[in-house]
């Protein structure tokens, strides 16, 4: 029965779609596996954002990926508030006894909703300004799977925007949103501090299959996100 359990988690980890589609994706690992790349580029954000459309915006908190990915999702309501729809991600670490019957349960990330007020959603929107969200992209710099950056995009005023700040740099500390999030998060898990990997990104990914770390980097374009590395 363990066997039959394992082979069904994988087989969803090689059937999933690789489309993000919003705070609705599915909260198991393997989806969230498999629309990461969609989801930390805001494809679908992109997609849906035109003239006339609401502002909404993403950011994505890479805490060395092997350890924490954490996102925040800001959606627009009826009456000037809206939602933050929070997602962590933990890999597999195990909170309890190990369901086999429900293999999706096994690292399903922490999936939180907390309402906002019009005047959380215009602070948080003055702090995104405050923090160079909406200013030119810094095209060219990387983003690898083993340091902490940030990567925020969404709708504004009806155009797409995505930007990043990789940690240890003064953009990274110019950085404003990041306490209004940990304010507002329910998510119970703690926030992790900003570093470095020892000994650099590159010593820990050659053969990173091999060792049990994923490897990627992602590089901030014009207009997005380009890169490679695969994480199934």
């Not at 006339?52 to 908190?61: E, K, L, N």
């Not at 940690?167 to 940990?182: C, K, N, T, V």
Request: contains cysteine.
């Amino acid at each position: 029965m363990a066997s039959r359990a394992v082979l069904l988690l994988f087989a969803v980890l090689a059937s999933a779609a690789c489309a993000y589609r919003g705070p609705a994706e599915p909260a198991n690992l393997p989806a969230q596996r498999a629309t990461f790349f969609s989801w930390l580029g805001g494809e679908d954000i992109r997609a849906a954002c035109a003239a006339g459309t609401a502002d909404r915006y993403r950011m994505i908190y890479n805490a060395d990926f092997n350890d924490q990915v954490r996102g925040y999702e800001i959606v627009p309501s009826a009456g000037g508030g809206g939602t933050l729809f929070q997602t962590v991600d933990r890999g597999l670490v195990l909170d309890g006894p190990v369901d086999l019957m429900r293999p999706l349960s096994i690292g399903a990330p922490v999936r939180v909703e907390t309402p906002l007020s019009p005047e959380d959603m215009a602070a948080a929107a003055a702090l995104l300004q405050a923090s160079g969200a909406f200013d030119a992209p810094p095209v060219g710099l990387r983003l690898r799977s083993q340091e902490h950056f940030w990567v925020v995009s969404g709708c504004r005023d009806g155009r797409f925007f995505l930007t990043a700040y990789r940690y240890p740099s003064d953009r990274f500390d110019g950085i404003r949103f990041a306490e209004f999030l940990a304010a507002h998060d329910a998510t119970g898990i703690p926030f992790p501090a900003p570093a470095s990997p020892l000994g650099g990104h590159l010593s820990r990914c050659p053969d990173s299959r091999s060792r049990g770390y994923v490897c990627f980097t992602r590089q901030v374009g014009a207009d997005g996100l380009v890169g490679w590395g695969s994480l199934l």
